[in-house]
């Protein structure tokens, strides 16, 4: 979630604006929201008095707030996703740095969020979590399949099962949450050099260099 959660934010439309531009409207308010902080107070009352609508207005098209953060969780992934297939057409190791440094960030922030939430409040996210957990799972090491056969010579050696070892990478990055490295580091500059030195022995590098991690 957090400033994952989507692109540049859109001006609040007006009072004419059609049902689709009032739902963009309402996913780029609650992204806002996300952008601020307020995760774990999250409500329909907020995001309707960020987008300047009525909570009626906001209803009407998101009957509750877990449609609200589970269609942006839908569209913040498509963009994930797009940008990783682009990046996979391409090669070398700094491809491979700005892919995983995507990655890495966006899920990041999602353990943020999600660490910020309680039991009350969890409801109205479950189905966004979901998604970003399907997608780190099942989807997210087909980006890394294609990037590896475009990138036979990155692999540990070439006889390796390239799918398999897009699992593997994919899921080495699930450990890079938030709650899992502030146990263990508490700075943000610790967090970054434990992952960089990690996720680059994976392949045999000293430091992977995550510049925007």
């Known amino acids: 979630m957090s400033s994952t959660l989507l692109t540049d934010q859109k001006p609040i439309a007006d009072e004419y604006m059609s049902n689709d531009q009032t739902a963009t409207c309402i996913l780029d308010a609650t992204y806002a929201l996300f952008f601020e902080g307020k995760v774990s107070d999250l409500c329909i009352t907020e995001i309707a008095k960020k987008a300047q609508l009525s909570q009626k207005e906001v209803t009407i098209i998101y009957p509750t707030l877990n449609d609200i953060t589970k269609t942006l969780s839908e569209r913040s992934i498509a963009k994930l996703k797009k940008e990783g297939l682009a990046l ?34 969890l409801e109205g ?52 949450n938030f709650r899992t490295l502030q146990t263990f580091e508490s700075t943000s500059e610790g967090r970054k050099l434990v992952t960089e030195q990690i996720i680059g022995s994976l392949f045999d590098r000293e430091s992977m260099g995550l510049n925007q991690f």
């Open 88 to 121: 996979a057409q391409n090669t070398g190791i700094n491809v491979l740095r700005q892919l995983i440094s995507n990655d890495l960030l966006f899920f990041y922030r999602v353990e943020v969020d999600r660490n910020q939430l309680t039991p009350e409040t």
């Open 125 to 176: 996210h479950t189905s966004a979590l979901e998604n970003f957990d399907r997608y780190f799972n099942s989807e997210m090491p087909l980006v890394y399949a294609t990037f590896f056969k475009n990138n036979k010579d990155l692999l540990p050696h070439f006889e390796i099962d390239i799918e398999f070892y897009a699992y593997f990478v994919s899921h080495s990055l699930k450990f890079f």
